[in-house]
């Protein structure tokens, strides 16, 4: 036992020594260790942020009827993205026209994975207008991104794009925003408004005075009603201003919209707007519901009690005779019974008839009450 103890205790001393370093090692090194991993993660966020999204077609060209697959990377994960077939449009300027130059009846819908990635397919149309054309993919929610990729529908009429007017040409340098708030009227379906600011700047070699924007409106899938807008001001070139715009939409609107602002022919922005539902409207109709029903039946119960005949109202009304006259009245009435003769004596002789008794007076006893042949002279007995 003695021989074993002496090589333990130098092990317990190393390695206490060893922890006593490790710690104030550990504690130097924790803060670079973090600063390291939030590095990281903003290095990887920022290549999230970097990355544009991206769309590839199974087929460059195809016939009416046909059908194509689409692939994406690079989206935002689990977001919700429609794909159409636009006419009159390219990678460089877009879809000249908005969503009214697409096919919207034969475009699909497709949610993205968790890596941002999907693969859809989708039946070939012709648009509206005719080509060039491309595979237009934009988000429905959430924050805006779009992709295009050239596409030919074999067969369809070909036309050059429109050219593009003026020196001036206004692009979107921020993002764009719904300002303002509902009040108490919308609550009971007046019309939403909002102000749709965005911050434009020119691009081209001359100025641009008064321009007159276009806002568009659309309900779900269905294309935006447009409605022109002018902004007084003049943008210089290489210049940018803040612009605002109302936008309202019609009594009753609730639901998921989407606000486009087109400039020249070109959609320059497109903002999500979610509208609530207006609960006054629907709570006046259930109260309608309520006091209707409850005023007519009042007024039924009112008409009955008016007309039923008076045998049936209720019995605690006295019933009205009308007196009667003539010879009614003479038939009708009950003939007066005669009282039978009191007894001559104390005691009276039985009858064959019924037994009549008669109450006396109440100052005469039976004894003392005069018999028809006695004396009546007052103060004999």
Request: charged share 20%.
């Amino acid at each position: 036992m003695t021989g074993q103890a002496g090589p333990a205790a130098p092990r317990r001393s190393s390695r206490r020594w060893a922890a006593a370093l490790f710690a104030p090692l550990l504690v130097a090194l924790l803060p670079a260790l973090l600063m390291l991993s939030a590095t990281g993660a903003d290095a990887a966020d920022t290549r999230a942020a970097d990355a544009k999204p991206v769309v590839t077609l199974s087929k460059q060209q195809a016939g009416k009827g046909g059908e194509i697959t689409v692939k994406g990377s690079g989206w935002r994960p689990n977001a919700l993205l429609m794909m159409l077939i636009c006419g009159r449009s390219t990678t460089d300027r877009g879809v000249i026209g908005g969503t009214n130059s697409c096919a919207n009846a034969e475009g699909r819908a497709v949610t993205t994975d968790a890596k941002g990635a999907f693969r859809k397919k989708m039946p070939v149309a012709e648009p509206p207008v005719p080509c060039p054309c491309v595979v237009h993919v934009a988000t429905v929610t959430g924050e805006q991104a779009v992709a295009d990729a050239v596409f030919v529908v074999a067969g369809h009429p070909l036309a050059p794009l429109p050219k593009e007017t003026g020196g001036g040409r206004l692009a979107v340098l921020a993002t764009t925003r719904l300002e303002g708030d509902s009040g108490i009227l919308t609550w009971f379906g007046a019309p939403p408004a909002r102000q749709l600011v965005l911050t434009v700047g020119n691009l081209g070699s001359a100025p641009v005075k008064d321009p007159v924007f276009e806002v568009g409106t659309a309900h779900g899938v269905f294309a935006p009603q447009w409605e022109e807008r002018q902004w007084r001001g003049t943008i210089a070139s290489g210049r940018k201003a803040q612009i605002k715009l109302p936008v309202e939409l019609t009594a009753g609107a609730h639901g998921d919209y989407q606000v486009s602002l087109k400039y020249g022919g070109k959609v320059l922005a497109e903002q999500p707007w979610g509208v609530g539902r207006p609960w006054g409207v629907t709570l006046f109709w259930i109260l309608l519901c309520v006091v209707v029903p409850a005023a007519v039946f009042r007024i039924g119960m009112a008409i009955v009690d008016k007309v039923r005949p008076r045998s049936s109202r209720a019995p605690g009304r006295a019933r009205r005779r009308r007196p009667l006259r003539g010879a009614d009245a003479t038939a009708r009435t009950p003939k007066p019974r005669r009282a039978p003769k009191p007894a001559a004596g104390p005691t009276a002789a039985p009858t064959d008839g019924p037994s009549t008794t008669t109450a006396a007076l109440p100052w005469f006893t039976p004894d003392s009450a005069p018999s028809e042949n006695g004396p009546t002279t007052k103060g004999h007995s």
